[in-house]
T-cell receptor, first 115, second 109 residues
Framework: DGGITQSPKYLFRKEGQNVTLSCEQN?????MYWYRQDPGQGLRLIYY???????QKGDIAEGYSVSREKKESFPLTVTSAQKNPTAFYLC??????????????FGQGTRLTVV | GQQVMQIPQYQHVQEGEDFTTYCNSS?????IQWYKQRPGGHPVFLIQ?????EVKKQKRLTFQFGEAKKNSSLHITATQTTDVGTYFC?????????FGTGTRLTVIP
């Protein structure tokens, strides 16, 4: 089954702790993205990556970090520096070239709650 | 960063009524995509528009891309309860995919 998998589905974190959200895809996509969605809100871009070992900050990168050591994997770490981390996190991937992109496939999302 | 605004933010319609959501970008877009997110779910791709003035139809859904490639619309004819969800437009620019603010559609049976 080809697709994009996020884990875990639900995550609870104590204040002051770092936590890492997993995102894996077997679609052979070059581009991967992390978005944050707050209740009743749109999707805000945290980080994106177009190629292995390279990634760029999105609109709300502060308090987050990523890595792209493999084409298939794009984990997101929510650090203790993120002041309001409780949200729904969505990972996506797509084919990409410098002219345009194709449709993005999303994972099921991870709902992070700080307790 | 690049911004894509959508209006309205919320829309309640009686089943059978039509629905339209509008998307406006601050910059010219190379293409525009539309996604639907059901309550509790993740966004699912609906369609991509590339050409200036392009119009595409999917059954009761009609998508348009503006002549200047800075705006787009999604029109649903005779809504059904299965149309419930949030509709997002998304633009590709500066090598990333950025989403509009979304329109949440509620259909009253």
């Amino acid at each position: 089954d080809g697709g994009i998998t996020q884990s875990p589905k639900y995550l609870f974190r104590k204040e002051g702790q770092n936590v890492t959200l997993s995102c894996e895809q077997n679609l052979n996509h070059d581009a991967m993205y992390w978005y944050r969605q707050d209740p009743g809100q749109g999707l805000r871009l945290i980080y994106y990556s177009q190629i292995v070992n390279d990634f760029q900050k999105g609109d709300i990168a502060e308090g987050y970090s990523v890595s792209r050591e493999k084409k298939e994997s794009f984990p997101l770490t929510v650090t203790s520096a993120q002041k309001n981390p409780t949200a729904f996190y969505l990972c996506a991937s797509s084919m990409w070239n410098s002219f345009m992109n194709t449709e993005a496939f999303f994972g099921q999302g991870t709902r992070l709650t700080v307790v | 960063g690049q911004q894509v605004m959508q209006i309205p933010q919320y829309q309640h319609v009686q089943e059978g009524e039509d629905f339209t959501t509008y998307c406006n970008s601050s910059t010219t877009l190379s293409n525009i995509q539309w996604y639907k997110q059901r309550p509790g779910g993740h966004p699912v791709f609906l369609i991509q528009l590339v050409k200036s003035g392009e119009v595409k139809k999917q059954k009761r859904l009609t998508f348009q891309f503006g002549e200047a490639k800075k705006n787009s619309s999604l029109h649903i004819t005779a809504t059904q309860t299965t149309d419930v969800g949030t509709y997002f437009c998304a633009g590709f620019g500066a090598n990333n995919l950025f989403f509009g603010t979304g329109t949440r559609l509620t259909v009253i049976p």
